[in-house]
Structures are given as structure tokens and as C-alpha cells.
């Protein structure tokens, strides 16, 4: 698109639960007969994911972060695979090959970085991918080229000779320096399996490229080079459309064919999928690449249409998997998705109600189980979380655990205890690019923490122990998903939840405008305070000021930090941190806007109580 498993381990010999499993190496290629895709004798099919940020994040859009683009590490890549797996998910779709732009901010990593140029950094990192794949049981689907410029393709394979993206099709230099990626990546051997790509079986299939416009002859000559240099694995028609192509189906040199599938069409996802199905019956398999950006009621029409026909299967759009940095990636869709639909996350939680992730994404797994003929397994004990390290009680994060829908948060004076249950069914997705939990009444003192993982099937053991973490001041923490935390607010406040992308993807956020105010009271005196702003429009100040009975204010001065490298493909807003330390005069802090404004958090220090 535009980006803008549990099996039961009876059944399959895998050793499953959090990231303790792996599972033995494939036992041969899928191939391809009489319309279907095989695995040795069987039929393969599968309900499942795209994972765009598996080669690649776009995704990492902390506060303070100006590029958003980083390399997937080992716990993600697992992350994401063991999620497509407890979903019942034996398939996966990559995003493309990447390739330097023009525009790049500097360090973005891309894997192409000119003609038969390539970053060796960013391709370990898909050896990574590969590697894991193979450990967590899942086949990769991998398109080659972009038709799109969001992580670089046909146009700046173009861009590098001077031409342009149209050109791309059928120009004689462009086609062979593409073919030179090709041959760069089929022949690669993968630094930590030592298999060459094109000897590794959990790799299903090459795929063209992602919604290409290619002509038929373009088609039949790539197809063929991929044929020619790899006759272990299949080759899929990138072609971007919700109806086969005629064509597709006479290239010898295809083996699969595909559609993508979003809102606009004259006919229902369910009887394109129907008709493309009957189309390629008992010629080449076909797979529904993407689909999305529809009720819940629609995709179950969707998922049971692939099942009922002769299609292989299906991919939904689309999955972000966990954060190293504690929490979610987070992906809004502001085009096509409406600016209503996210990038999905497992399990389902309550953030995405607007778009129904909770009911979608246990009928996807019900399906993703189904279409393979299997019963529903249920949900094992999650494995313990990692907690990250703990410079402040009110930010505390941790790398969450494969089917966990929530928390519980532990603090003791002694590394062995006594625990006490200072927090339970926290939600990791609360918050976005942020610690998922404030201490907020810590007492003062030095105190030590762990998380345990919580799920239907019961609480996992605890994770490691960080500490001694030293309190001497408590922190209120305001995610401004409501006005609870606040004492008073004057003007038009509202919480805003759309533009979530524009805002590096904070879901929920107080939006006004000039003279609106908001006014927090605190136990003790006011010591420090961060506000986290965002301007969509023309950048103004936020006055703040303290009192100590909460009538009289004395206007205090702020610090300004600015997290600005422009707009980039989302149009994001300018962020700016207000902070000010060592204030005096009073428990109460009051925040007021000179212009149009949306706050995200703010944090209020005061003196922490004794024990």
C-alpha cells in the first residue's frame, strides 16, 4: 500500500510460549501446482499480516526524535514474528527493498544506495529478519522495488541516471541496474545463517515489487532474470490492482498472482476476491497482498471470501510490533485509512475502540487458524517482560511480552523484597514513544522494581529488578487522554484524537487556543515542570505561572526546546518542550495558551513524601 500463534505445539513439534520458543528449520520451499501453493504434499494457506517496518522502521517518532527511520534490532524482529505466529499467522509481508532519496535526512539507512551500491548495515539487518523468520516459523513475503517514493523506488532508480520514475519501465539502464540489486540480493549469503537468500526456504516468495504500474514486458523480463538466477523459490506479480491482470497469468515466469484492496472500489472487497479467485483458478495461486481500511464486519466478509474460494490466502494491513524502547511502534493511516485507522497491534487494546482492533483482531486469529484447518488454541502464560533501565520513578518502561494484554507494576525497599502491587492492568499502548508508567506517590527513599505480564491465561513470572532508583521528588504525570489530573481549565478545551501522525502519532492530546488555560494543583510546593507541545500551525508561546492559594499567579519564566527538521511526507507539527527547574511560589502551576496549541503531557514535580 501507501504507507502515508499460537499453533499447538502437539500439532506442529514447536516450543512455543513468549520468546522462549523456537521452531526446526523448514523442511522444503512452498511451491506451486494446479493453481495452489504447496508446502511437500499439502496445500499451503494463510490469513495474516504485513509487517511494513520488518526491513525498515519509519516509525521511530519519539518527542525529541527528528528522523524517524531506524533499523529493526533482534528483540523487535522476534517481537513481530512470535506476535504473526500467536496469531495463527504462518506468512508475512515485508515492505520493499529500500532506496536513498534525495530529500533523506542524514542517517536514515536504506538498503540501495545507488547503481549496484548497497548499505551493508541495512542488509544485515534483513539477514536478522531472515534468520528469525526461520527460528519463529514464518515465510517472508519480499517485495524488490517501490512503485511509491516512501522508502525510495522506481523514481530514484531513475533519479540516480537522470531520468525519470516512467522510465523506469522500460529504459535499458534502468533495468539493468535494478537487475543488479536483484542479483546483490538472491546471491547474498546471510552473515548469521550463512545461507544464501536464494537457498533459504523461509523465504516464500520474491514479489516484483509493491502496487508496481509495470507493463506486462517489464513483468515477463524481471520475472524471468529472479528465474534465472533463483529456481528454488517463486515469484509473484507486484502489479497494483483490486482486479487481475490477464496478463500476469500468461507469464510463464510468474508463479503467483495478487490484489490490493482499500476503500473506492465500485464492488465489495469480498467480490473482487471472488472473481479475481475464479480468474486464476487452476493456473497460479493467488494471494490477496493487502486489505483494510474497512468495518470489522466488511474484513469478516473479506477473510471468509479468501477462504471460501481458490485463493491462497490473505494479508491484512497492517501490524507494528514492539518498541525497544518500551511500548509500540504506531502508525496512523491520515490517507486512505480515513485518518481514523492505525496500524494494528496484538493483543488489541482499548486506544483502538474507534476502529474496533479488539473484535478485528480475534477474528483474524480465529480465521488465520480456520483457513488451516486447525482449532483455536488458547493464549499461553506471557513470558516475563524486560524492564529498561530507571533514571526517574515517573518513567518507567519495559520491552513488553508476546501476548500480553496488560501490566503489573512492583516496588520494594529491598532488591528481595517485600513486593508491593503498586499498579495492575496497565496498558502498554496507553501511551506512544513514552514511559508506560509514573510512580506517581512514590515516597521518598531508594526503591527497587519489576513488571510482571498479565493475559486470560494468567500473570507471568516477574521480570528482572531495577534499582536502587533514588526518589526525592514524586512527579504527576497528565497523558491528557481526559482533564481528570487537571484542578481547573478555562476556554474551549478539547482532547483531540484525530491528526495523530501530524502530532508523531500522540493518540490523545488537549487541543485549544489563545487564552485557554489549565491550572494542576500539587501536595507540595512546585519544584520543576516539562510541558510537551504541539503547533499545527504558527509556532507561539505557553505562559505559566504558580501560586500558592490558586488565586493569586506570579508569572514564571520557561526554557523552549524545538524538535523541528520540517514537515517530511506526513506533514508532522512542530514540537516544542516548556520546561523550567528550581521553582518557587506555591502548589499550584497554571499553563496558558497565546495561540492555537495541543498539549500532550505534562509533568509537575514536587518534593516526594516521607516514607
Given at each position: 500500500?501507501?504507507i502515508h500463534?499460537?499453533?499447538?505445539a502437539?500439532?506442529?513439534?514447536?516450543?512455543?510460549?513468549?520468546?522462549?520458543?523456537?521452531?526446526?528449520?523448514?523442511?522444503?520451499?512452498?511451491?506451486?501446482?494446479?493453481g495452489?501453493?504447496m508446502d511437500?504434499?499439502q496445500?499451503?494457506?494463510?490469513?495474516?499480516?504485513n509487517?511494513p517496518?520488518?526491513q525498515?522502521?519509519?516509525?521511530?517518532?519519539p518527542?525529541?526524535?527528528?528522523?524517524?527511520?531506524?533499523?529493526?534490532?533482534?528483540?523487535?524482529?522476534?517481537?513481530?514474528?512470535a506476535?504473526?505466529?500467536?496469531?495463527?499467522?504462518?506468512?508475512?509481508?515485508?515492505?520493499v527493498?529500500?532506496v536513498i532519496?534525495?530529500?533523506?535526512?542524514?542517517?536514515?539507512?536504506?538498503?540501495?544506495?545507488g547503481?549496484?551500491e548497497?548499505?551493508?548495515e541495512?542488509?544485515?539487518e534483513?539477514?536478522?529478519a531472515?534468520?528469525t523468520a526461520?527460528?519463529?516459523?514464518?515465510?517472508?513475503i519480499?517485495p524488490?522495488?517501490?512503485n511509491?517514493t516512501?522508502?525510495?523506488?522506481?523514481a530514484?532508480?531513475?533519479?540516480?541516471?537522470?531520468k525519470?520514475k516512467?522510465?523506469?519501465?522500460?529504459?535499458?539502464?534502468?533495468?539493468?541496474?535494478?537487475?543488479?540489486t536483484?542479483h546483490?540480493?538472491?546471491?547474498?549469503?546471510?552473515t548469521?545463517?550463512?545461507v544464501r537468500y536464494s537457498d533459504?526456504?523461509?523465504?516464500?516468495?520474491?514479489e516484483?515489487?509493491?502496487e508496481?504500474?509495470?507493463?506486462p514486458?517489464?513483468?515477463?523480463?524481471?520475472?524471468?532474470?529472479i528465474?534465472?538466477?533463483?529456481t528454488?523459490?517463486?515469484?509473484?506479480d507486484?502489479?497494483?490492482?483490486?482486479?487481475?491482470?490477464p496478463?500476469?497469468?500468461?507469464?510463464?515466469a510468474?508463479?503467483?498472482?495478487?490484489t490490493?484492496?482499500?476503500p473506492?472500489?465500485?464492488?465489495?472487497?469480498?467480490e473482487?476476491?471472488?472473481?479475481s479467485a475464479e480468474?486464476?483458478k487452476?493456473?497460479?495461486?493467488?494471494?490477496v497482498?493487502?486489505f483494510?481500511?474497512?468495518?470489522?464486519?466488511?474484513?469478516?466478509?473479506?477473510?471468509?471470501?479468501?477462504?471460501?474460494?481458490?485463493?491462497?490466502?490473505?494479508?491484512?494491513?497492517?501490524?507494528?510490533?514492539r518498541?525497544?524502547?518500551?511500548?509500540?511502534?504506531?502508525?496512523s493511516?491520515p490517507?486512505?485509512?480515513?485518518n481514523?485507522?492505525?496500524a494494528?497491534h496484538?493483543?488489541?487494546?482499548t486506544i483502538?475502540?474507534?476502529?474496533?482492533?479488539?473484535?478485528?483482531m480475534?477474528?483474524?486469529?480465529?480465521?488465520?487458524?480456520?483457513?488451516?484447518g486447525?482449532?483455536?488454541?488458547?493464549?499461553?502464560?506471557?513470558?516475563?517482560p524486560k524492564?529498561l533501565?530507571i533514571?526517574?520513578?515517573?518513567?518507567?518502561s519495559?520491552?513488553?511480552?508476546?501476548?500480553?494484554?496488560?501490566?503489573?507494576?512492583?516496588?520494594?525497599a529491598?532488591?528481595d523484597?517485600?513486593w508491593?502491587?503498586?499498579?495492575t492492568?496497565?496498558?502498554?499502548?496507553?501511551?506512544?514513544?513514552?514511559?508506560?508508567?509514573a510512580?506517581?506517590?512514590?515516597?521518598?527513599?531508594?526503591?527497587?522494581?519489576?513488571?510482571?505480564?498479565n493475559?486470560?491465561a494468567?500473570?507471568?513470572?516477574?521480570?528482572?529488578i531495577?534499582?536502587?532508583?533514588?526518589?526525592?521528588?514524586?512527579?504527576l504525570?497528565?497523558?491528557?487522554?481526559?482533564?481528570?489530573k487537571?484542578h481547573e481549565?478555562?476556554?474551549?478545551w478539547k482532547?483531540?484524537?484525530?491528526?495523530c501522525?501530524?502530532?508523531?502519532?500522540?493518540?490523545?492530546r488537549a487541543?485549544g487556543?489563545?487564552?485557554?488555560?489549565?491550572?494542576?494543583?500539587l501536595?507540595?510546593?512546585i519544584?520543576?515542570?516539562?510541558?510537551f507541545?504541539?503547533?499545527?500551525?504558527?509556532e507561539s508561546?505557553?505562559?505559566?505561572?504558580?501560586?500558592?492559594?490558586?488565586?493569586i499567579?506570579?508569572?514564571?519564566?520557561?526554557?523552549?526546546?524545538?524538535?523541528?527538521?520540517?514537515?517530511?511526507?506526513?506533514?508532522?507539527?512542530?514540537?516544542?518542550?516548556?520546561h523550567?527547574?528550581?521553582?518557587?511560589g506555591?502548589?499550584?502551576?497554571?499553563?496558558?495558551?497565546t495561540?492555537e496549541?495541543?498539549?500532550g503531557?505534562?509533568?509537575?514535580?514536587?518534593?516526594?513524601?516521607s516514607k
Amino acid at each position: 500500500m501507501k504507507i502515508h500463534l499460537l499453533v499447538l505445539a502437539a500439532l506442529t513439534g514447536m516450543v512455543m510460549p513468549g520468546f522462549a520458543g523456537s521452531v526446526p528449520a523448514f523442511q522444503q520451499f512452498i511451491t506451486a501446482r494446479d493453481g495452489q501453493l504447496m508446502d511437500g504434499s499439502q496445500p499451503f494457506r494463510f490469513i495474516s499480516l504485513n509487517i511494513p517496518n520488518l526491513q525498515l522502521i519509519e516509525d521511530n517518532v519519539p518527542f525529541a526524535e527528528t528522523n524517524p527511520w531506524r533499523l529493526p534490532d533482534q528483540f523487535e524482529l522476534t517481537d513481530a514474528l512470535a506476535t504473526i505466529r500467536e496469531l495463527g499467522g504462518t506468512v508475512t509481508r515485508t515492505y520493499v527493498i529500500s532506496v536513498i532519496r534525495p530529500d533523506d535526512l542524514p542517517g536514515t539507512p536504506r538498503h540501495v544506495l545507488g547503481p549496484n551500491e548497497f548499505n551493508e548495515e541495512a542488509f544485515r539487518e534483513l539477514d536478522l529478519a531472515i534468520k528469525t523468520a526461520n527460528e519463529q516459523g514464518v515465510r517472508l513475503i519480499i517485495p524488490l522495488v517501490d512503485n511509491w517514493t516512501w522508502q525510495g523506488g522506481r523514481a530514484e532508480y531513475a533519479g540516480f541516471r537522470g531520468k525519470t520514475k516512467d522510465d523506469f519501465w522500460t529504459d535499458p539502464q534502468l533495468i539493468a541496474d535494478f537487475k543488479q540489486t536483484i542479483h546483490y540480493i538472491l546471491n547474498r549469503t546471510n552473515t548469521y545463517s550463512g545461507v544464501r537468500y536464494s537457498d533459504d526456504k523461509a523465504i516464500l516468495c520474491w514479489e516484483t515489487g509493491n502496487e508496481i504500474s509495470s507493463p506486462p514486458s517489464w513483468t515477463r523480463e524481471i520475472a524471468g532474470y529472479i528465474k534465472s538466477l533463483d529456481t528454488n523459490h517463486l515469484v509473484m506479480d507486484g502489479y497494483g490492482a483490486s482486479e487481475l491482470r490477464p496478463e500476469s497469468l500468461a507469464i510463464p515466469a510468474v508463479d503467483i498472482v495478487t490484489t490490493h484492496h482499500y476503500p473506492g472500489a465500485k464492488k465489495s472487497f469480498a467480490e473482487l476476491i471472488r472473481a479475481s479467485a475464479e480468474l486464476a483458478k487452476g493456473k497460479k495461486p493467488y494471494v490477496v497482498g493487502e486489505f483494510g481500511f474497512v468495518s470489522t464486519s466488511q474484513m469478516a466478509e473479506t477473510m471468509q471470501a479468501i477462504a471460501d474460494s481458490s485463493a491462497a490466502g490473505g494479508l491484512l494491513w497492517s501490524l507494528r510490533f514492539r518498541d525497544r524502547d518500551g511500548g509500540f511502534y504506531w502508525h496512523s493511516e491520515p490517507g486512505l485509512g480515513g485518518n481514523l485507522y492505525k496500524a494494528f497491534h496484538w493483543p488489541a487494546s482499548t486506544i483502538g475502540n474507534d476502529y474496533d482492533e479488539i473484535n478485528l483482531m480475534a477474528l483474524v486469529r480465529s480465521n488465520a487458524f480456520a483457513i488451516r484447518g486447525l482449532p483455536v488454541p488458547p493464549i499461553s502464560i506471557a513470558a516475563p517482560p524486560k524492564l529498561l533501565p530507571i533514571a526517574n520513578a515517573a518513567a518507567i518502561s519495559w520491552q513488553g511480552s508476546v501476548g500480553a494484554n496488560s501490566y503489573q507494576v512492583e516496588r520494594a525497599a529491598k532488591r528481595d523484597g517485600v513486593w508491593q502491587i503498586i499498579a495492575t492492568n496497565v496498558d502498554e499502548a496507553f501511551t506512544q514513544y513514552r514511559p508506560q508508567f509514573a510512580d506517581e506517590n512514590v515516597p521518598a527513599g531508594e526503591w527497587f522494581y519489576r513488571v510482571c505480564a498479565n493475559n486470560a491465561a494468567g500473570i507471568s513470572q516477574p521480570s528482572n529488578i531495577v534499582g536502587p532508583v533514588k526518589v526525592k521528588s514524586a512527579t504527576l504525570v497528565d497523558e491528557l487522554a481526559d482533564f481528570s489530573k487537571t484542578h481547573e481549565r478555562s476556554g474551549g478545551w478539547k482532547i483531540a484524537d484525530r491528526d495523530c501522525r501530524a502530532a508523531k502519532e500522540d493518540a490523545h492530546r488537549a487541543a485549544g487556543a489563545a487564552g485557554d488555560s489549565l491550572v494542576y494543583e500539587l501536595p507540595n510546593a512546585i519544584q520543576a515542570f516539562r510541558v510537551f507541545a504541539f503547533f499545527p500551525k504558527t509556532e507561539s508561546s505557553v505562559k505559566f505561572s504558580v501560586s500558592g492559594d490558586g488565586k493569586i499567579f506570579h508569572e514564571l519564566a520557561a526554557q523552549k526546546e524545538t524538535y523541528f527538521l520540517g514537515g517530511g511526507d506526513y506533514g508532522y507539527w512542530k514540537p516544542v518542550l516548556f520546561h523550567a527547574e528550581n521553582i518557587s511560589g506555591g502548589k499550584f502551576l497554571k499553563l496558558e495558551l497565546t495561540g492555537e496549541t495541543q498539549l500532550g503531557r505534562v509533568e509537575i514535580s514536587n518534593p516526594a513524601s516521607s516514607k
